[in-house]
């Protein structure tokens, strides 16, 4: 059964691709609930401090959830033959140039952010504060390196994986010129971190976050357009992720060389990045005929724009999806009389959805055309 005709220039031409977006995130939402269930049955969380353990749970979800999406989400999708190019020296060299330009540019716009808030007396407050270990979990270096797991790894290949590897081609496929690819997909890769920043944190920090998070995203996709190879992204989005969450364990240290240290490190990126974004505007400017600069040029070979409204709504509704299920389930007051019911009730209602956006992405056919291409 066709649910879905994809056609270009057609609001829903990008169905599939919201799909993606919609099952990458709720599958998130459904691997930790399932496994805290499971640690509550065995006691198995008592064994551990609460702050850990949520890292631990987080990481393990990611974990898992990089196996579905590779072995099962793109094939499903049909992204599984995309173009492939293999790790060369100009393509690392590229990627750590890349990086720098990412952090210079980061740095900036939050600066420039942020003093515009304190002119309205207005103060940011980050949305991680709720992962961040004390001092008393820094004695413990097993605790440190799970910190930065899900943070620096697990995050990085399970998003890249599924906004970039997955989702970047099945946009191009549709129409999408590179460059329109990679601010679509950061869009929504950003737009997905909005419900936890909006709870965790305020309207000022959220801002500032998602900002730094398009802008990740938008760095890694176009290195992944550049190779081909999701390797390179993940790279990216890893460090980056690095710097910015050893911030905040170098300030709880305290240490002095430590600091001086990561300071050295933080403004040599940060002067290297001036000097690569200098470079990349002059490129620009004189319209040099080099690779990255000729796909940012490219247009789109189909109509796109009602796709990509669709694209955009559909896949901001769905990022809301996992907030909105268990709102509704805290709003009948399950947690109050039964923990088990709770968890019972979240983990089937984040099941279905899953599995309903996932057959609905894969039910659908994409129209070009007089030919009716199987998605």
Do not use: C
């Amino acid at each position: 059964m066709i649910l879905i005709k994809e056609r270009n220039g057609k609001f829903l031409n990008f169905f599939t691709a919201s799909m993606v977006v919609g099952v990458g995130g709720l599958l998130l939402s459904f691997l930790p609930t399932l496994i805290s269930f499971i640690m509550v049955l065995t006691d198995f969380y008592l064994l551990f401090d609460y702050a850990v353990t949520n890292l631990l749970i987080l990481f393990l979800s990611q974990f898992i959830g990089i196996f579905i999406v590779y072995y099962v989400f793109i094939p499903l999708f049909k992204a599984k033959n995309s173009e492939f190019h293999p790790i060369t020296i100009l393509n690392s060299v590229r990627t750590v140039l890349l990086i720098s330009g990412t952090f210079t540019l980061i740095v900036s716009i939050n600066f420039i952010l942020f003093f515009i808030f304190r002119v309205f007396n207005l103060s940011p407050q980050s949305g991680y504060t709720n992962i961040l270990l004390s001092p008393e979990h820094l004695t413990n270096p097993l605790n440190i390196l799970i910190y930065y797991l899900p943070l620096t790894i697990g995050a990085p290949i399970y998003e890249e994986l599924v906004y970039r590897r997955l989702l970047v081609p099945l946009l191009e496929q549709r129409g999408m010129n590179p460059l329109t690819a990679i601010l679509s997909s950061s869009l929504l890769f950003a737009l997905a971190h909005l419900p936890d920043d909006l709870i965790s944190g305020n309207l000022t920090g959220t801002i500032m976050h998602i900002t730094a998070v398009f802008l990740i995203g938008f760095s890694s996709g176009l290195i992944y357009i550049l190779t081909r190879n999701v390797f390179y992204s993940i790279i990216i989005h890893g460090i980056l992720n690095f710097i910015s969450f050893s911030g905040p364990l170098v300030t709880i240290i305290a240490n002095s060389k430590l600091t001086l240290t990561y300071d050295f490190i933080y403004w040599t990126i940060f002067i290297v990045g001036f000097g690569v974004l200098f470079y990349a505007l002059w490129q620009i400017f004189r319209k040099r005929d080099v690779e990255w600069v000729v796909l940012v040029r490219k247009k789109n070979t189909k109509p796109i724009l009602y796709g990509f409204s669709g694209f955009i709504i559909i896949g901001l509704v769905s990022i809301f999806i996992p907030l909105g299920i268990q709102l509704i389930i805290v709003s009948l007051e399950i947690a109050v009389y039964n923990v088990f019911l709770y968890f019972i009730t979240l983990i089937m209602s984040y099941g279905v959805a899953v599995i309903l956006f996932l057959w609905l992405g894969t039910r659908t056919r994409y129209e070009s055309k007089n030919n009716l291409i199987q998605n």
